[in-house]
């Protein structure tokens, strides 16, 4: 998985995704979140558009990172899930617990 | 389709990872025709899980070594894992999702829910796990 990180101010950072987020890539990305947040951007957008698979492992990863953005004042969401994504979010109940936005740039627009 | 589509991959983990997993079921993917994506995405899911519970869980420290098989008939969608892991007293009675702010704990329920059948035994010192889909096309 390739990982990018584009910041943008009001304290949020885009994390831009390309790959599958399973078991090998789910570290990686608490990590990434985590930094971020360090870093003064506790509103942090995930953008799903390159990511054609995701287990339970990413899962827990977007569900870590909305905690440690939570208990910095912010937000994670997430952006432009794919079918296989969306199905995962589906299936384990947590499409209530993270908003699907159309893009990244839109995801904190209106605050 | 005539016979039965079948692939095989045996994984030593480390260094393997489910990545190798992945790999296999593109060229499964390339092989079949006609499956549809809700059973190729809800397939993968579910085999991904599995093979991600067995590298991840099952590793006494000297790694984790897997052969799998997967078989695509005309009605249905097989995978069969063995592995050298522990064998421990696994309890497939039919899971519930974990409370909403759970970073782990969703593999098995999510596996029930992807697929009509999941299977676990022993054969000697290996652990036998099968799953089973039925094709909606």
Request: with cysteine; aromatic share 4%; proline share 2%.
């Amino acid at each position: 998985m390739e990982f990018s990180v584009t910041e943008r101010d009001g304290g949020v950072a885009i994390v831009h995704l390309t790959g599958r987020l399973n078991m090998v890539a789910a570290g990686r990305l608490r990590d990434l979140i985590s930094v971020s947040v360090a870093e003064g951007h506790p509103r942090v957008v995930v953008d799903l558009t390159n990511v054609d698979f995701m287990d339970s492992s990413g899962l827990g990863a977007l569900i870590s990172g909305l905690k440690t953005t939570r208990q910095a004042g912010g937000d994670l969401r997430i952006a432009a899930p794919t079918e296989q994504v969306q199905l995962v979010l589906q299936l384990t109940n947590m499409e209530r617990v993270f908003t699907a936005y159309g893009s990244a740039e839109t995801a904190f627009v209106n605050g | 389709m005539g016979e039965p589509a079948r692939h095989t991959l045996q994984l030593e983990s480390p260094p393997g990872d489910v990545n190798a997993v992945h790999d296999l079921l593109d060229c499964v993917w390339a092989d079949v025709t006609g499956l549809s994506m809700r059973d190729r995405v809800s397939f993968e899911t579910a085999l991904i899980e599995l093979a991600s519970n067995i590298i991840g869980h099952a590793d006494t420290g000297s790694g984790v070594t897997c052969t799998l098989t997967i078989e695509i008939t005309e009605d249905r969608m097989e995978a069969t894992l063995r592995d050298t892991g522990e064998c421990g007293n696994i309890d497939l009675r039919q899971r519930s999702m974990p409370d909403e702010l759970a970073e782990s704990g969703r593999g098995l329920a999510l596996i029930q829910a992807l697929v009509d059948d999941l299977d676990y035994s022993q054969e000697g010192n290996l652990n036998r796990w099968h799953i089973t889909r039925k094709r909606e096309s």
